[in-house]
């Protein structure tokens, strides 16, 4: 080659040199490094989450996928987290030594951590919601909600008195109202739960463990609030009294065309502490599930037909599309006092005037989930869910109730 291109001494020696020199070794590196995006990215694409598409970017799907293929284990993933945290073993043998790099990385280390708790209880809080939502939610459409900023009694205030504008005479000065109060209280509590994925779980390598187990713990609060929420609506035998006037009895209160405008005129003809009329219009009809069909057929059909022996047949359906229906298996429950299959409810629109509030703590409606290494006495991961609110009827004039039968 040096003849054929004509090299001269000097280019001769350069090009000797530079063959001469040994080659430096291969590195091999892998060809994504583990970062906490790309660990929890590769626990939800393997748990199949609906939605992982839109909780991270192409490229962190991407990598998550050629990273790890065919899907990450949960001991994979903790020992991903303990090798980012200075642990040095190669299996999960000492799985001790693993849960603690892990969980607890040493001082020391001088590693990039990986914070696990971190990735696994964002993991735990995608399913967690799944969980809480899975349950029913009629609550959340008859209630008022409010925002507390800690767990002491707080009051709210409604307005009442001679509030309605006077004449005013031509140069006369208006006129001085009085305002009276009606006050109301609500407070929020915590519910909560602990469970633990345990070391068998770790040592069958199921990730599924770290969805079922969240899963569980956002179940386990829907079915708290439901149970706080009407355990409260239903025990209101002193809130929904004839004194109250939204209380109506007898065999002509069955959910009916006939029912329903006898609790439609008693709901309109509530008056506020002047002896007026409160100028609110009812929204919701609240039934058991055994009156939900008659109450679609009240809010859809343009009429309903009576073959009764009483001859009576085509009816037009004067309540068409007026009142929303709301269904709760919970108010014909027989383990709830005051339940009933046949009582149902005509309520106001709970932005107007709420018969029932739900208070959450600093506005958190959704359950909250922390994830640790457990207990020295205890080999796995525990994950506690707990949720903070608070449930108290409020005004009595937001609602009728009607006992459906004599």
């Known amino acids: 080659k040096a003849i054929r291109e004509g090299w001269d001494a000097t280019r001769c020696e350069l090009e000797v040199l530079r063959a001469s020199r040994p080659k430096a070794p291969a590195i091999h590196a892998p060809e994504h490094t583990a970062t906490p995006q790309i660990l929890e990215a590769a626990c939800l694409l393997t748990a199949r989450l609906d939605g992982v598409e839109q909780a991270f970017d192409d490229q962190t799907l991407e990598a998550a996928t050629k990273r790890f293929r065919g899907g990450i284990g949960l001991q994979e993933l903790l020992l991903e987290a303990a090798w980012a945290n200075g642990y040095t073993g190669r299996n999960f043998r000492d799985s ?29 809080n995608k ?110 035998a002193a809130f929904f009294t004839a004194g109250n006037n939204n209380y109506i009895t007898g065999a002509d209160t069955a959910l009916s065309i006939d029912g329903l405008t006898k609790a439609e005129v008693t709901f309109m003809d509530q008056v506020d502490g002047d002896g007026k009329p409160i100028g609110v219009m009812p929204a919701v009809l609240l039934v058991p599930t055994a009156l939900s069909a008659i109450g679609t057929q009240l809010f859809k059909s343009v009429e309903l037909r009576d073959t009764t022996a009483s001859t009576k047949y085509p009816v037009s359906n004067p309540h068409q599309g007026k009142f929303r229906v709301e269904v709760s298996r919970y108010l014909g429950n027989t383990v709830y006092a005051g339940s009933s299959t046949k009582a149902w409810y005509l309520l106001a629109d709970p932005g107007d ?54």
Not at 99 to 124: K, M, Q, T, W, Y
């Open 127 to 236: 399913f967690l919601l799944e969980g809480f939502f899975s349950v029913e939610r009629a609550w959340r459409s008859v209630t008022a909600v409010r925002n507390v900023s800690d767990f002491k009694t707080v009051t709210s205030y409604r307005l009442v008195g001679k509030d309605q504008y006077e004449l005013v005479a031509p140069g006369g000065e208006l006129k001085h109202g009085t305002l009276g109060e009606e006050s109301y209280t609500n407070k929020a509590d915590t519910y909560g739960l602990m469970l633990s994925i345990d070391r068998r779980d770790i040592i069958n390598d199921d990730l599924g463990a770290i969805t079922a187990v969240p899963r569980k713990l956002g179940r386990g609060s829907g079915l708290k609030i439901n149970d706080v929420f009407w355990t409260t609506f239903l025990n209101s």
């Open 96 to 124: 001790r030594q693993v849960l603690r790099h892990a969980f607890n990385p040493p001082i020391e280390a001088g590693f990039s951590a990986i914070d696990i708790g971190g990735i696994l209880s964002n993991v735990a």
């Open 353 to 406: 005037l709420p018969v029932i509030e739900v208070a959450f703590l600093n506005g958190q409606e959704s359950p909250t989930i922390e994830t640790a290494e457990a207990d020295f006495n205890k080999l796995g991961v525990q994950m506690r869910g707990y949720h903070d609110f608070g449930v108290a009827l409020q005004d009595p004039r937001g609602g009728v109730k009607s006992k459906g039968e004599a």
